[in-house]
């Protein structure tokens, strides 16, 4: 019902659109321009779609203002990193009380006794450790899963992202591993260490732990950075209980996954894993990530580094628990990330993944919807996919492009990597009927339908 032609239109449209509406930015993108490799400090910046670069001015809550000062109602929130909302009030005040007293020793505060109890007590694991991002929390659980069972194997899923981990960039075509072409620079085959199968195959999970290499299972228990992925009823418990069989460490990362509920996905409904990654959100948007790991997995590593040395183990950096990051991370933990924000968060991701369901339908749109607690996403196709391969076919560039695009000239933010929202304590009803009413425009606009 949305042809090519229609597609094009509209993206002509709103470049236009957005260029003339935003000269500030055009004019900061120029100067960036002048020594900021392609023109941002960071590359990711350059992937909303927009004819330059949109510069930010502020934030607060579920609302964002650009360099032109235009409004948004942001269901990005940094793409998670602010899932909890734009500068929270405690955790602003926690990072300017740190900042006057130290920004970062190399030594624990009084903070880091609180947070380590607080992710135990929600994550049912009792050791934990800190890095500065999900990306380097992955990297060392790697490490620390191939030197505690002497494997070299890791087990990613088809369509997976785990950060910045050469590991992790496998993909499956046609059945057949082959390595990501983004990942730039990669010297080595990381087919040789990296096992890669398709989410919900049992049959292949089991084929794969079988041979007795495998390490650990790194996984989201939902899959949320191919679109959005769900488990199949009874997967993740049959996961868990093959992992513990062939003695492989089975990790989490539940960056994505928080969104379900206090405990994340594991602490809402199971099971319990034997590493837990938790990155962006945990620190109210500063650099920072955790891990946690059993005790049974925490005596077989002190069991490998009393058979080593001391020294550089190449897990952490200098800045890895940072006094400023664990006095945000308390603060969020304590006074953000609570009982009472997801009791606001789920019931309005309900009403909007309603309220998109509902504006689709309106539209003779036959596409799917579904969320994991707070964070949803539509794809535009008619049925659910199990495993990467069906969700990446389901992906429709220049057409999810176009539908950014009209969103961001209208003051609606979403996620500029596939069609990914999120709702935070901050969001309110109101913002969910705008991105609605702004989505029902876009549709009728594309399908020929607007008045």
């Given at each position: 019902m949305i042809s090519p032609a229609a597609i094009q239109t509209m993206l002509t449209a709103e470049r236009a659109h957005f260029a003339k509406a935003n000269p500030r930015s055009a004019a900061l993108a120029q100067d960036a321009a002048r020594h900021w490799h392609c023109g941002v400090p960071f590359h990711w910046m350059l992937d909303w779609g927009t004819p330059f670069p949109l510069f930010a001015a502020r934030a607060h809550g579920a609302e964002l203002w650009d360099?032109?000062?235009?409004?948004?109602?942001?269901?990005?929130?940094?793409?998670?990193?602010?899932?909890?909302?734009?500068?929270?009030?405690?955790?602003?005040?926690?990072?300017?009380?740190?900042?006057?007293?130290?920004?970062?020793?190399?030594?624990?505060?009084?903070?880091?006794?609180?947070?380590?109890?607080?992710?135990?007590?929600?994550?049912?694991?009792?050791?934990?450790?800190?890095?500065?991002s999900a990306s380097e929390a992955n990297r060392a659980v790697i490490r620390w899963a191939r030197a505690v069972t002497r494997r070299d194997k890791v087990l990613v899923f088809n369509g997976c992202y785990h950060g910045a981990v050469d590991d992790v960039f496998v993909d499956l075509r046609g059945g057949v591993p082959e390595l990501r072409a983004s990942l730039i620079g990669q010297v080595y085959d990381v087919r040789d260490h990296t096992v890669v199968i398709e989410f919900n195959d049992l049959a292949a999970l089991e084929a794969a732990l079988n041979k007795g290499d495998v390490a650990?299972?790194?996984?989201?228990?939902?899959?949320?950075?191919?679109?959005?992925?769900?488990?199949?009823?009874?997967?993740?418990?049959?996961?868990?209980?093959?992992?513990?069989?062939?003695?492989?460490?089975?990790?989490?990362?539940?960056?994505?996954?928080?969104?379900?509920?206090?405990?994340?996905?594991?602490?809402?409904?199971?099971?319990?894993?034997?590493?837990?990654?938790?990155?962006?959100?945990?620190?109210?948007?500063?650099?920072?990530?955790?891990?946690?790991?059993?005790?049974?997995?925490?005596?077989?590593?002190?069991?490998?580094?009393?058979?080593?040395e001391t020294g550089h183990s190449g897990i952490g950096t200098t800045l890895s628990a940072n006094a400023l990051a664990l006095a945000a991370m308390r603060a969020c933990l304590t006074e953000v990330m609570t009982p009472a924000a997801y009791d606001h968060m789920l019931p309005l991701a309900e009403q909007l993944a309603g309220k998109v369901r509902a504006v689709m339908a309106a539209n003779n749109l036959n596409w799917h919807v579904a969320h994991v607690g707070a964070r949803g996403e539509f794809l535009c196709t008619d049925t659910a996919p199990r495993n990467g391969t069906q969700a990446r076919a389901a992906m429709q560039g220049p057409l999810e492009h176009a539908l950014h695009l009209f969103l961001i000239n209208r003051g609606v933010l979403i996620a500029p990597f596939h069609n990914m929202t999120l709702v935070s304590p901050a969001t309110v009803p109101s913002q969910v009927d705008r991105l609605a009413e702004v989505l029902d425009q876009c549709l009728k606009t594309l399908t020929g339908s607007a008045s």
């Open positions: 360099a032109d000062g235009h409004r948004y109602d942001d269901f990005c929130l940094g793409d998670t990193g602010s899932m909890f909302g734009h500068s929270p009030q405690p955790v602003a005040r926690a990072i300017a009380d740190q900042a006057a007293r130290g920004l970062t020793f190399m030594l624990p505060t009084e903070d880091a006794v609180v947070v380590a109890d607080e992710l135990a007590a929600r994550f049912l694991l009792p050791f934990w450790q800190v890095t500065s650990c299972v790194l996984a989201e228990p939902a899959m949320t950075n191919v679109g959005m992925v769900l488990p199949d009823a009874g997967y993740l418990t049959a996961l868990r209980q093959l992992t513990a069989r062939h003695d492989v460490l089975l990790v989490f990362d539940e960056t994505h996954t928080i969104s379900t509920g206090y405990g994340g996905y594991t602490g809402t409904h199971g099971p319990l894993p034997d590493m837990f990654v938790l990155g962006k959100p945990v620190a109210g948007g500063v650099p920072s990530a955790v891990y946690g790991f059993s005790a049974e997995v925490a005596a077989r590593m002190e069991r490998v580094r009393a058979a080593g």
